[in-house]
DNA sequence: GTGGTCTAGACCACC
DNA sequence: GTGGTCTAGACCACG
């Protein structure tokens, strides 16, 4: 796979919530490099379509982009916006990556355990949460 | 059941977590009351004795309850302590109490998109924290 | 009327009642917006401001819009400030205004029957008392 | 008029107020004192018959008592229960009178500007206010 | 004993 | 610049 320019609409965000969006931009440009859906040598959108994209400030978007090269995650090649450093590699051991969402199952765990709800009851809710969020993609 | 006098160990707080203090306490409240654990006119413990067992100061306690006051989920009887509402009631159904963790459910599943991560890994990795969870609990 | 930002005057307290200053606050923005003096958009005073203006510590002015910005009248611009909710909209019938300080009248009604004053000596003197304030505030 | 014993159900509170339980007895009982409703020499109802009556704690209202007391307008009598003294005299110039309502007239003037009424409207609901007042007394 | 209010000051998060 | 969170400590109000 060669490089790309990638567009403004790979970003998600949900404004209802209390996680600041920088936050939301870093973690999920960070899941989405160690799925591989974003490669090594990418451009990321400017700051400017990301911001208008999603109807936030730009500074917010610059915020986000700063802190993901001050870790060396982004590089700023001047002129030619982001681009996503070569030495970042995708995890491609599906065990690892599972490793990462392990925090927002203890997090649900935990609120399971306070609400009295059955293990089976939760699990079975999530896979029909799955199907359909699998069917919806697939129309 | 008649009315209890609850004691301070029934908060746990992590302080890991971006979560406002004040702010695990008001959801976790909220569950409890949901599930039954916590019922109408029972007695919530004191801030001060919460707080002294959390280690916090005493007036993020108090922002809690008062919060949850000016909801009309806990009442305040003066020089007595904060007491849950009689309106307040338990969800029996499961399937209603269910509902409270899709949000987070949602959000697990989000991330295990932009982790490309199958839906089987993901539920089976939550089965087996539910099953070791319930393993330390029994102990 | 386009989005104002509202000068840090606008607020008065008087410090001599047992009435808590954030609270008197609250009433105060309620009434004002009830009157359109203070409109949706607008942007409220900074908390700093307010509290340098008033002489009072800054959290005091924050649990004061906090707290109505939990009853959805304000609403926090990240950054930008509070502004009033656009769901907001000022009382135009006098007559449901006048509805407002129907407790306060009750409370005064409650005063002067236990005085035993007579109704036309209490409506006397008050009118006398908001021909005073008109003048005063003429000069 | 000769001293009398008086009953339980000359006070009346409002629970649902941030005013004070013990306060609003204070104020309420000068404020019989200054219209003679309450006499020197009269015996007030005992503590027990007010708690009562009120169905409030009846710490509440010895504290109104003893403070009272402490202000030399009550006097308490050993197993006989609290007497008003007999320096207290009744205000028998209404316009003296008038004048202890003067503080809740200023609190309702600086509503009445805050809300943007008109002084004759609000004079207009006052005696209105009045008027059912007196016959719902009349019934 | 209970909770509430306020202060002074530190530090964080967001834009 | 904006508001939010938390602390430590004082003092008040209520029962």
């Known amino acids: 796979m060669s490089e790309r320019q990638l567009t403004p609409t790979i970003f998600q965000i949900s404004t209802g919530t209390s ?3 920088y936050r939301q931009l870093i973690e999920q440009i960070r899941r989405q490099i ?10 990321l959108p400017s700051v400017r379509d990301v911001a208008a994209n999603l109807g ?8 986000a982009y700063s802190l993901l090269e ?5 590089e ?7 681009r996503v450093a ?3 590699i995708p995890i491609n051991d599906q065990q690892q990556r599972l490793e990462l969402i392990r925090p ?3 997090k649900l765990l935990e ?15 999530l896979s029909e949460l799955f199907s359909q969020s699998k069917r919806s993609s697939n129309e």
Do not use: W, Y
């Open 19 to 21: 996680e600041p969006i």
């Open 34 to 43: 160690a799925a591989g859906q974003i490669c090594p040598a990418d451009t």
């Open 56 to 63: 936030v400030n730009p500074m917010t978007i610059s915020k």
């Open 70 to 74: 001050s870790e060396g995650i982004l």
């Open 76 to 82: 700023r090649h001047r002129g030619l916006g982001m």
């Open 86 to 88: 070569m030495g970042v």
């Open 104 to 106: 927002s199952l203890m």
């Open 111 to 125: 609120e399971a355990k306070q609400l009295e709800l059955e293990a089976d009851q939760v699990i079975f809710f």
